[in-house]
C-alpha cells in the first residue's frame, strides 16, 4: 500500500521546486535585462550630455547640444502627431438607416410614455450601427426625456 501522504508530500516538495526554479529564471533574465538597460542608458547619456562637437559622419561622433534640443522636439512632434485622434468617419447611409430607426423607436416609447425592454432590446441592436455622434445624441434625447418625466423606465438595468 502507498502512503498518500508521502506521496502528496512528494508532490508538493516537486511543485515548489518548479515554482522556486521558474522564480530564479525569471529572476536571472530580469537581472540581464537590467545590466542591459543600464549599459544603454549610460550610453546615451555619456551621448547627450557630452559637449562635444560632432565631426562629419565619423561613427563616434556625439551630437551637440542644440542639435539633440532641435532632435527631441522632432521627436515629439512626430509622436504626438501619430498620437493624435483620427477625425470622425463621416456617415454611411447605413448608419442614417440605424439612425432614423432608433429614432423612431425612442419617439414611439415617448408617445407611450414607457421604455420597455423591447425598446432596450431593439436600441442594443442598433447602437453598434451609430456613429458615436449619433449615439451621442440618441442617449442625450432619451436621458432628456427621462429627466422631464415624458417617459418612465420599465427595465432594470441600463437604458440599451
Known amino acids: 500500500m502507498v502512503d498518500v501522504r508521502t506521496t502528496n508530500e512528494s508532490s508538493k ?5 518548479e515554482v522556486a526554479l ?19 542608458e549610460q550610453i546615451c547619456n555619456r551621448s547627450i550630455r557630452s559637449s562635444a562637437p560632432v565631426a562629419g559622419n565619423q561613427p563616434n561622433a556625439f551630437l551637440a547640444p542644440e542639435q539633440v534640443e ?4 522632432a521627436v515629439a512632434t512626430r509622436v504626438t502627431e501619430a498620437n493624435a485622434p483620427a477625425p470622425p468617419a463621416e ?9 432614423e430607426q432608433a429614432n423612431q423607436r425612442v419617439s414611439a416609447a415617448i408617445g407611450a410614455k414607457h421604455w420597455t425592454q423591447a425598446d432596450q432590446a431593439q436600441l442594443r441592436l442598433l447602437i453598434p450601427q451609430l456613429t ?14 427621462i429627466n422631464r418625466q415624458e417617459m418612465t423606465l420599465d427595465v432594470r438595468g441600463p437604458i440599451f
Not at 532641435?70 to 522636439?73: K, T
Not at 458615436?132 to 426625456?145: C, G, K, N, P, Y
Open 70 to 73: 532641435r532632435l527631441s522636439a
Open 91 to 99: 456617415p454611411t447611409p447605413e448608419n442614417f438607416a440605424a439612425e
Open 132 to 145: 458615436d455622434e449619433q449615439r451621442s445624441e440618441l442617449t442625450h434625447r432619451i436621458v432628456i426625456a
Open 13 to 17: 516538495s516537486s511543485n515548489h521546486c
Open 22 to 40: 521558474a522564480l530564479r529564471q525569471q529572476v536571472d533574465e530580469t537581472r540581464r535585462l537590467a545590466e542591459r538597460f543600464e549599459s544603454v
